[in-house]
């Protein structure tokens, strides 16, 4: 069994101050990023049962203070849940800031301080290939 993840995402770059020109998100008032993608987890245990990635390598360069808009569901919805977590891996630490087990999330999150910060997703689901 496959479990397929429908992940939208929008990023609110610092302030966004409406008299600030558009450019390139890389500073207060530079607007908002949006992105939206499908990835396949396979059954737990199996070779992709996770996705574990940088925001900025997805094109979410986050920054203290930035706001990360979230939506995804697994099979539109239907499920099966999957485990879900934003967290952020400063030298020596894995810091976890937000988690949950689902099979639809919507939600927003403020990066409290400066680090890497990277998304999880993983299938706990043991069904075999049919």
């Known amino acids: 069994m496959r479990i397929r993840i429908g992940v939208l995402v929008a990023l609110s ?3 966004a101050t409406l008299a600030a020109p558009r450019v390139a998100a890389n ?6 990023l ?5 990835f396949v987890l396979t ?3 199996s070779l992709n049962y996770t996705l574990h990635a940088y ?9 203290q203070g930035d706001t990360l808009v979230y939506t995804w569901s697994v099979n539109n919805g239907s499920g099966p849940p999957v485990y879900f977590e934003i967290h952020g891996h400063p ?9 949950t087990t689902s099979s639809s999330v919507s939600g927003a999150w403020t990066a409290p301080v400066q680090e890497p ?3 999880y997703w993983r299938n706990d689901q043991t069904v075999p290939y049919a």
């Open 43 to 45: 059954p737990s245990g």
């Open 13 to 15: 770059l610092a302030a």
């Open 117 to 119: 910060y990277m998304v």
């Open 34 to 38: 949006t992105g939206q993608g499908t």
């Open 91 to 99: 030298p020596g630490r894995y810091d976890v800031f937000f988690n």
């Open 55 to 63: 925001l900025a390598d997805m094109g979410f360069p986050v920054r």
């Open 27 to 32: 500073g207060t008032g530079s607007g908002i």
